[in-house]
């Protein structure tokens, strides 16, 4: 199980794969939306905002999101460490579960160049 640290260092850099992006993905980054993201084996959830294609005002707290963000993921840490570190492809933990993502119908269109 990862540890919040590196929890909070894989959204880092996810912040900083989307910030390096081109064509589009950097548009579908371009987003200006709330996002959470709950890491269920260590009822741990992260908030910030997805702007300028980037994750900013990043902070975590304890349980599941008290608010509904415009963008939510749910997954366990190994996964989202795994996620972005390229060794869990996301098609693939989204069909067995592994990873939920809710958010609105346009944003999910634009959000599948990031996936």
Do not use: Y
Not at 19 to 24: H, L
Not at 96 to 115: H, K, M, N
Request: net charge neutral.
């Amino acid at each position: 199980m990862a540890d919040t640290d590196e929890c909070r260092a894989a959204l880092e850099q996810l912040s900083r794969n989307m910030a390096q992006a081109e064509g589009n993905v950097r548009k579908a980054a371009a987003l200006d939306r709330s996002l959470s993201c709950w890491l269920t084996d260590l009822d741990l959830t992260f908030t910030g905002v997805l702007r300028e294609g980037r994750i900013q005002d990043l902070v975590h707290a304890p349980g599941a999101p008290t608010g509904k963000a415009a963008i939510r993921l749910v997954m366990t840490s190994d996964d989202l460490v795994a996620l972005v570190g390229g060794r869990l492809n996301f098609a693939g933990a989204w069909a067995a579960g592994r990873v939920r993502l809710e958010a609105g119908f346009r944003d999910l269109l634009r959000l599948r160049a990031l996936l």
